[in-house]
């Protein structure tokens, strides 16, 4: 199971965190990604990592103010966001690839999914 957590309200411009927490299957070594969704609209691509944390990629929409961490050892994986804005208001959810060495921004690659937390950015 994958349990995302951290979202909220926040201001334009400012930071949230979020976390994901792997348990049972999913805490083995598997890549991990963030999508999101907001109202309207479909699922998109946010960031991802390999399980080592030697690949990551990232949506140019959220380049240069989103970073995607792990750390193996409390099994969750992490998105820090910075300079939100009212654009990043959606419901973020976490998902894990049983391919391990890969950070792939498809959809299709993701075995796993947790349950979405919502991220609400006023502006």
């Known amino acids: 199971q994958l349990q995302a957590s951290g979202g909220g309200l926040v201001q334009a411009g400012g930071s949230l965190r979020l976390s994901c927490a792997a348990s049972?299957?999913?805490?083995?070594?598997?890549?991990r990604g963030w999508f999101r969704q907001a109202p309207g609209k479909e699922r998109e691509f946010v960031a991802a990592?390999?399980?080592?944390?030697?690949?990551?990629s990232y949506a140019d929409s959220v380049k240069g103010r989103f970073a995607i961490s792990r750390d193996n050892a409390k099994k969750t994986v992490y998105l820090q966001m910075n300079s939100l804005k009212a654009e990043d208001t959606a419901v973020y959810y976490c998902?894990?690839?049983?391919?391990?060495?890969?950070?792939?921004?498809?959809?299709?690659?993701?075995?796993?999914w947790g349950q979405g937390t919502q991220v609400t950015v006023s502006s």
């Open positions: 990592i390999s399980w080592s944390g030697g690949f990551t």
């Open positions: 998902a894990a690839d049983r391919t391990w060495n890969r950070a792939s921004s498809s959809q299709k690659a993701y075995d796993y």
């Open positions: 049972g299957r999913t805490n083995s070594a598997y890549g």
